[in-house]
């Protein structure tokens, strides 16, 4: 059985950081992703990770602020979030994915439950 269990989320000030975890068990992927989705709002991309490749994609409003990664030993991909800003407040969603790191939510195959991210002017 599949699971993706995140953690990490709270409330930050702006300009604070936060770091993301998501343990993944069950089996293994090529790709992981961070989605995240806002009150009112669709769910939209963050970042994504190739497992094996080590290539990384980030949306345009989070790049040189975010960073992926992941740690095979603990089969575990992590969100390090900086310079936090009252726009990136969301839930956080991991995703696991059998191709590249790609963009589009509906290329995932596989969803954490969410993790809640605040981030206060």
């Known amino acids: 059985q599949v699971q993706l269990v995140e953690s990490g989320g709270g409330l930050e000030q702006a300009g604070g950081s936060l770091r993301l975890s998501c343990a993944v068990s069950?089996?293994?992927?090529?790709?992981m992703g961070w989605f995240r989705q806002a009150p009112g709002k669709e769910r939209e991309f963050v970042a994504a990770?190739?497992?094996?490749?080590?290539?990384?994609i980030y949306a345009d409003s989070v790049k040189g602020r975010f960073t992926i990664s992941r740690d095979s030993a603990k089969n575990t991909v992590y969100l390090q979030m900086n310079s936090l800003k009252p726009e990136d407040t969301a839930i956080y969603y991991c995703a696991a994915d059998r191709s590249r790191p790609r963009s589009g939510a509906s290329d995932y195959e596989y969803w954490g439950q969410g993790t809640q991210v605040t981030v206060s002017s």
């Open positions: 990770i190739g497992w094996t490749t080590y290539n990384t």
């Open positions: 069950g089996r293994t992927f090529y790709a």
